[in-house]
């Protein structure tokens, strides 16, 4: 008998407006695909933009010098000249291209495509028509989403396929009129990573009594994550169990509106922000120290930090709308209220209350979380990469 044959490998050249070390879902995405497709016969080059903040040596990696993003410093405008050259000549070793923001590496990477008759495909990784009205309140919010949908439109029907990370992301594209193939292949989680944790010690290191009930919220501090709805809900909640504790991690432009929130609503015993947390060395064990994952956003395209605090047996309670439907529909390890404060409130007193359903919730949220292996989606992925450059 013959040995089962191994996959030729493929290039492919990742584009990108945004990469570590700004942290954000899109970063997260790509270095989890980077460090999986390897096992799948795919080598992956990255053109993403230089911060001053990487380090030196980066394999794979094609870093384009730029300058801070008027009205957000932590994100990089790349050169056009630059970016353009490096795609370019990057994307004459590769077999397929895939973009994955919709800046100039869309339009670097699809200039390159078609000029050199590569296949080329996008990930949809955020919802704009929802965020650009956070963030441009000087104009009518219809006229900004109907911008934002005419651009993802015609961005989407330039595209070879368009890769989205849910179903209801699938749905939203096809109401705008996009006709080019959709494939919904989430972001998997590193299992291994999140698997474990140190309670005691992070409690130990912030403080925090290992009696006291818990909840926390990982993520960018931004106005699309609904946090207000969160914050508000959480006052509910400490007005039945004045005991309890949100923990805020990450960072982002809705940081001192929220902080201001809190003074107001008299909650800074109940709620602290702790910043940014190292994925590898330190949110682990955030995850392990809690006793509930808190998360109300109406707008997300997949929701992996759901999945994260999942693989670490932690219950969720959350909004199940946009993509975190696909996540949380089946209630597996989590409780889903309705988009309502007094609800929501109820949910996390209910839970902290009951370690029963808490002990239920959360050994089916580690059972639940093994469906979202990094490894099985980036298999799901690679298939798609091959039958675009081989033809169906």
């Given at each position: 008998m013959s040995p089962p044959s191994v996959p030729n490998v493929l290039n492919v050249l990742m584009v990108s407006d945004v990469y570590f070390p700004r942290v954000n879902g899109v970063s997260t995405s790509i270095e989890t695909f980077r460090q999986t497709l390897a096992q799948e016969g795919v080598n992956i080059r990255l053109v993403a933009p230089r911060y001053n903040g990487e380090p030196p040596d980066e394999l794979g990696i094609v870093r384009i010098p730029g300058k801070p993003a008027p009205g957000s410093p932590e994100d990089r405008l790349p050169r056009w000249r630059l970016l353009a050259q490096a795609v370019r000549r990057e994307a004459a070793r590769a077999d397929v291209i895939h973009i994955q923001t919709p800046f100039a590496a869309h339009y670097a990477g699809l200039q390159a495509a078609r000029a050199l008759k590569r296949p080329v495909l996008a990930t949809y990784h955020t919802l704009f028509e929802e965020y650009f009205q956070h963030y441009a309140r000087v104009a009518p919010a219809s006229f900004l989403r109907g911008i934002?949908?005419?651009?993802?439109?015609?961005?989407?029907?330039?595209?070879?396929?368009?890769v989205v990370p849910s179903s209801a992301m699938r749905e939203r594209l096809r109401d705008y009129g996009v006709t080019t193939d959709l494939h919904v292949v989430p972001t998997g989680i590193p299992?291994?990573?999140?698997?474990?944790?140190?309670?005691?010690?992070?409690?130990?290191?912030?403080?925090?009594?290992?009696?006291?009930?818990?909840?926390?919220?990982?993520?960018?501090v931004a106005h699309e994550k609904n946090l207000n709805f969160l914050i508000d809900a959480f006052a509910r909640a400490v007005a039945k169990r004045s005991n309890l504790l949100l923990l805020v991690t990450g960072e982002g432009p809705a940081l001192e509106d929220l902080r201001a929130r809190v003074a107001a609503l008299g909650l800074n015993e109940n709620v602290r922000f702790l910043g940014y947390l190292?994925?590898?060395?330190?949110?682990?064990?955030?995850?392990?120290?809690?006793?509930?994952?808190?998360?109300?956003?109406?707008?997300?395209?997949?929701?992996?930090?759901?999945?994260?605090?999942?693989?670490?047996?932690?219950?969720?309670?959350?909004?199940?709308?946009?993509?975190?439907?696909?996540?949380?529909?089946?209630?597996?390890?989590?409780?889903?209220?309705?988009?309502?404060?007094?609800?929501?409130?109820?949910?996390?007193?209910?839970?902290?209350?009951?370690?029963?359903l808490r002990t239920r919730l959360s050994a089916e949220a580690r059972e639940y979380a093994t469906r979202w292996s990094d490894r099985a989606l980036a298999a799901r992925l690679a298939g798609l990469y091959r039958t675009m450059h081989d033809g169906p």
């Open positions: 934002a949908r005419s651009v993802s439109k015609s961005q989407c029907n330039a595209l070879d396929a368009v299992l291994a990573r999140f698997s474990s944790g140190d309670r005691a010690r992070f409690r130990a290191q912030h403080g925090i009594a290992e009696d006291r009930p818990v909840a926390l919220y990982v993520g960018r190292d994925r590898r060395t330190e949110l682990p064990d955030c995850y392990a120290a809690a006793d509930a994952f808190v998360f109300a956003s109406l707008t997300e395209t997949q929701g992996l930090v759901l999945l994260e605090a999942m693989a670490q047996g932690l219950p969720v309670i959350g909004l199940a709308a946009m993509g975190t439907k696909d996540i949380l529909a089946p209630n597996l390890g989590c409780m889903t209220p309705l988009a309502e404060l007094d609800s929501f409130a109820e949910a996390i007193v209910r839970l902290m209350k009951e370690p029963d």
